[in-house]
């Protein structure tokens, strides 16, 4: 009963209750900011548009008169040696390296995801929604992916092929 006078000390306890959440806020404020406008690109090379249907996908080049074309996985009787079973297509997307390409990636009928582990992408395909991604690869080669999202029974099938060149 001799210390009663500092248990009371609700001062106290408001001022380091607020004064680590305005620092927070202060912080983040700033962070938000910059976050967004690493996210956006005003002025891509390239800008293509992915529609992930059930089991493949169509690629639109929007920027060069609307080439339009449909990306299929290649059956195994139609592979040449080398050829990677499950991950190989009759269409690849060709895009330029050191330049920024905007993907625009939506879907038809189900939940798809527009995924290249190598690259660093993975971006939802949602039905009704427009999703955006930008990147710019330094390396030329033939990068694989596929659907990583459970669209179905066959969306292990959806195999994505970029293959980035100088």
Known sequence: LTNTNITDAQEMETIWTILPAIILILIALPSLRILYMTDEINNPSFTIKSIGHQWY????YTDY????FNSYML????LNPGDLRLLEVDNRVVLPIEAPVRMMITSQDVLHSWTIPTLGLKTDAVP???NQT???ATR???YYGQCSEICGANHSFMPIVAELIP
Do not use: A, D, K, Q
Not at 57 to 60: G, L, R
Not at 65 to 68: E, K, N, Q, S, W
């Open 57 to 60: 996908w169509t690629y639109e």
């Open 140 to 142: 030329p080669g033939v």
């Open 134 to 136: 930008v990147f710019t």
């Open 75 to 78: 059956p195994p009787l139609f």
């Open 128 to 130: 009704g929604r427009l």
């Open 65 to 68: 008169g609307g080439l339009i």
